[in-house]
């Protein structure tokens, strides 16, 4: 017996987001041979033993971190005190003026960010504007928060602001305007663009005049391989429009699911007050405070960067070697991913079938686009989480899913 309405009936009782949300259980399939799939960090980097030894300290220093946060120091809605303290250093270089901590937040990861802002921002019928191609959970996101979504192009100096100014106008003729712009202005999800500091100015001036919120989402920022950091568009706000987001899971450990939120206490004072989640768990936070005032973070991050600019090297040599006739790319200065344009002559839907039939995983480009079929020709490589000395037998793979797709090729 399925209850009353029967095992279909469910669905009816599902609300429009879930109906609405492209998941599907996809567990059960076989596990590809080469993976190029997720933003997944590399297994065999994880600090194991540091973090170990830094968990264990956190609970005998003080078992309170295993209770939920205080609402006393506000360690319940704003994340552990230490660890806030720790972050204040690196928001104070990227903000290049002091900050409380007041003005920062700790979230279940950046996605955790991104939602309590969109949370605390939007209504339904909102304008969110967002980069196309962005990363798909901001766009399922706003869509749960029946926002409209207006898309603005990317060049290799990341999001067209000018094409957003467009925007605006238009929106104004109508008598609206955005209320949230959300960017990945470093390392681009799925591109690997960085925004030219020219444009982070005009954006951060935007929404001071036009009156809307950034949420720039610096997830990948740490993992910069080549070339000199680039100031954050908070770093040009004076008005309090821009909230940034951070992680630390692509440099120490997704599993921990701490990422932050730092902005103007008034906007941080908003996300607090939609929060529902209880707080980003203690122990890890603590936990992760010990690694950074123990020098462990400085020092893992700087293995990690040799570890991955290499396997980025090597991907794109062999992306070189196997692909060059096939498809067209940037070499990213940091981040996990290529972005590959594949030659009309490629028929993307049959490589992406013949890839998977031999076991090579990617991100098709259809799922980084509010109109699936822009992304038709574009595939997502991720290098982080293949060993190196697999990357140039995945990519010759690839290499030959690519030629069998491709026209005049005999099949
Ligand atoms: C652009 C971007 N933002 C946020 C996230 C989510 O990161 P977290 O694990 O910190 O929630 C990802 C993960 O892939 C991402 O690519």
Request: with cysteine; net charge negative; charged share 25%.
């Amino acid at each position: 017996m399925d209850g009353a309405l029967g095992r279909s009936g469910l669905e009816q009782l599902r609300s429009s987001a879930a109906r609405a949300a492209p998941f599907e259980y996809t567990g059960a399939q076989t596990r590809p041979r080469w993976n190029f799939t997720g933003g997944f960090p590399d297994p065999r980097c994880f600090p194991t033993q540091h973090l170990l030894a830094c968990l264990e300290a956190a609970v005998a220093e003080d078992m309170a971190v295993l209770q939920y946060g205080s609402e006393i120091d506000e360690s319940l809605r704003y994340g552990e005190a230490s660890l806030r303290r720790a972050l204040r250093g690196a928001v104070v270089a990227d903000r290049g003026e002091p900050v409380t901590i007041a003005e920062i937040m700790l979230t279940t990861g950046a996605v955790g960010a991104i939602e309590l802002a969109f949370r605390a921002f939007l209504d339904p019928g909102d304008v969110v504007v967002v980069e196309a191609p962005t990363w798909p959970a901001a766009l399922t996101i706003a869509r749960q928060h029946r926002a409209e979504l207006v898309a603005v192009g990317i060049d290799s100096a990341g999001m067209r602001v000018d094409q957003l100014e467009e925007r605006i106008d238009e929106l104004e003729a109508q008598g609206r305007r955005p209320k949230l712009v959300y960017t990945i202005p470093t390392f681009q999800t799925p591109t690997g663009t960085v925004m030219a500091i020219e444009r982070r100015r005009r954006l951060a001036d935007l929404a001071a005049r036009v009156g809307f919120v950034v949420l720039e989402d610096g997830t990948y920022e740490a993992l910069r391989y080549d070339g000199e950091p680039v100031p954050s568009i908070q770093s040009f706000d004076r008005h309090d429009r821009v909230l940034k987001v951070g992680s630390f899971s692509k440099t120490v450990a997704p599993a921990l699911r701490v990422g932050w939120i730092s902005g103007g206490e008034e906007a941080l004072t908003a996300l607090a007050s939609v929060r529902t989640d209880l707080g980003v768990a203690q122990w890890p936070a603590r936990a992760l405070a010990l690694f950074v005032e123990q020098g462990g973070y400085a020092e893992h991050l700087g293995r990690l960067l040799a570890t991955y600019r290499q396997k980025r090297d090597v991907l794109h040599a062999a992306l070189e070697r196997e692909c060059a006739d096939l498809a067209d790319w940037s070499v990213p200065l940091g981040g996990y991913y290529f972005w590959l344009k594949l030659r009309d002559q490629v028929d993307a839907g049959e490589a992406q079938r013949v890839a998977m039939e031999n076991g090579i995983a990617m991100r098709p480009g259809e799922q980084f686009f509010g109109l699936p079929e822009d992304g038709r020709q574009f595939l997502r490589v991720a290098f982080s989480q293949v060993p190196e000395e697999v990357i140039p037998i995945g990519v010759a793979e690839l290499g030959k899913a690519l030629r069998s797709a491709a026209c005049g090729s005999r099949r």
